[in-house]
């Protein structure tokens, strides 16, 4: 299965996929995507296929809403 057009496949880096084995389950994507360099939807989907989930914590905090505030500005699925 190829890729879309226009779209680059990431080469994720062992030390990367060791950030986010450490910090998915408790940091919200935007902020995961924000080190890593992708969006939070990339790092939403690669969590997913690595198996990754929220912590009972992460998703019992301010967080679990949808819209969450960064920077001012309210983003949505963060």
Not at 30 to 51: E, F, P
């Amino acid at each position: 299965m190829g890729n879309r057009q226009g779209h680059k496949r990431i080469q994720w880096t062992d030390e990367q996929l060791d950030y986010m084995r450490k910090h998915f389950p408790t940091e919200p994507a935007g902020d995961i995507a924000d080190v890593l360099g992708c969006s939070s939807v990339t790092v939403g989907n690669l969590a997913r296929s690595m198996g990754l989930q929220k912590s009972p914590d992460f998703k019992a905090s301010n967080y679990t809403n949808r819209y969450v505030q960064r920077g001012g500005v309210i983003r949505k699925g963060e």
